[in-house]
């Protein structure tokens, strides 16, 4: 056994949802290996000790554009139409390879100090950002998001679908699966009928998820009926995007209608609450997601639009805000954000069945919090403090399938020192005076 966490508060994330206090938890290689109240007979290469500490799996980060760490705070204060088409893509544009490459590597960092373990990005530039996932040792799940306003668009001679092509030839599968690659298209309002199908075959052939931006907006969502006399999640699953498994972001105008046909269709809901209060999108129906069965997950969205890749920010904030809007402190329970950031996150990717739970022969995906805090203490209920407590910077340690990748301050993988020097010389062009 190479590490044993000794006697921690195991919240095992379980079908039960067990609490195991004073547990014992083995690692062995990339799994988890043991799991009891009593010590294994095998010893370990390294035992940490759990005494007011909680161990639980890492957290799935389901919805990001991690470059965006370059725009963070940039261009604030406006609805996301104008936000996105007046300011956010022209910022983009002026991204270069070495500059993504920063921007995804820096996001890692902070990720993995806050105890995610995966997540899934949309992006250009992906051989940069494949590279910095490669190297940050968290999971991935990258995507080279599509867009066009050409109705003649021809997958096989786009260079845009040609990156994708040559982001799956390079990543997909990397390191044993750790790195995985999925399609994505951006959004039904920045693309058309002939991208939607030929992407949807490219997945589909290529046994592929989708990713895709589903009903953000009002206006998105309103604009998709009068034009098409359908909803988006209509319109897209029609031209066969929701064939495979996919992850639509955002959903908050989704109707009922669109809710059943997701669930149908085996796709997930990535919730995003923070950055729809950030863009004033609204608030999703997670509740009705729930309670119809589709499987939901938490994203942080891009850094322009949050500004902060901390998930338990969005596990609160998915528990709070629907008790707001619904007038209903019943909705949303804790256990039930915490599954979307973890369990739900993990199905989103495809990856439910290897990890997510404390189990042995699960990956040891794992993140350790320190409970001897001032805003951690009482600790009537281990899952209230996690959701309606707990920070980021409550993680002292996250291992990604067995490695530590973080731990006391340090992180054990990234050059953290380079990175910060380096991403600030990238992200200089955004502060400088006409930016």
Request: with cysteine; proline share 3%.
């Amino acid at each position: 056994m190479d590490t044993l966490f000794s006697g921690v508060t195991a919240v095992t994330m379980d079908k039960s949802f067990r609490v195991i206090k004073d547990a014992y938890v083995g690692v062995t290689g990339q799994k988890i290996s043991f799991v009891g109240q009593t010590p294994p007979e095998e010893s370990a290469a390294r035992v940490i000790k759990g005494a007011r500490k909680v161990l639980m799996p890492g957290l799935c980060n389901a919805h990001t554009h991690a470059a965006m760490t370059l725009l963070r705070g940039y261009a604030d204060g406006y609805a996301l139409q104008e936000w996105l088409f007046k300011h956010i893509f022209p910022a983009e544009e002026r991204m270069t390879d070495e500059s993504v490459y920063w921007g995804v590597s820096l996001a890692a960092l902070e990720m993995a100090a806050s105890g995610t373990v995966s997540f899934t990005d949309m992006y250009d530039h992906s051989l940069a950002v494949g590279r910095a996932a490669e190297e940050s040792g968290l999971k991935a799940n990258l995507t080279r998001a599509l867009m066009t306003s050409d109705e003649n668009f021809n997958f096989a001679a786009d260079p845009r679908a040609a990156e994708a092509r040559e982001l799956e030839s390079r990543f997909h599968m990397l390191d044993g699966g750790r790195i995985m690659v999925d399609a994505s298209v951006h959004a039904e309002y920045t693309s058309n009928r002939a991208l939607w199908e030929q992407t949807a075959q490219y997945a589909k052939d290529r046994k592929l998820g989708m990713n895709v931006h589903v009903s953000e907006t009002r206006r998105e969502h309103e604009e998709c009926k009068a034009k098409y006399g359908k909803t988006p999640a209509r319109v897209l699953f029609e031209a066969g995007l929701f064939g495979v498994r996919a992850a639509c972001a955002h959903c908050v105008w989704v109707e009922d209608g669109d809710i059943e046909l997701m669930r149908g269709a085996g796709a997930s809901a990535v919730h995003n609450p923070v950055s729809n209060q950030k863009l004033a999108s609204g608030a999703a129906p997670v509740p009705k997601m729930l309670a119809a069965g589709l499987n939901a997950a938490l994203g942080t969205d891009g850094m322009a639009s949050n500004n902060s890749h901390d998930l338990f920010e969005e596990i609160k904030a998915a528990a709070i805000m629907h008790k707001y809007t619904q007038n209903d402190p019943t909705v949303i329970t804790a256990e039930q954000a915490l599954r979307m950031a973890v369990n739900g996150g993990f199905v989103s990717q495809g990856r439910g069945d290897e990890t997510g739970v404390i189990a042995p022969g699960r990956d040891a995906d794992l993140i350790l919090l320190d409970f001897d805090k001032p805003h951690l203490t009482p600790c009537h209920d281990v899952v209230s403090n996690l959701v309606y407590s707990a920070r980021g910077s409550d993680v002292v340690m996250t291992m990604a399938r067995g490695r530590s990748l973080y731990e006391n301050g340090e992180f054990k993988v990234q050059d953290a020192e380079r990175i910060m020097r380096e991403f600030r010389k990238s992200a200089e062009i955004y502060s400088a005076p006409g930016a």
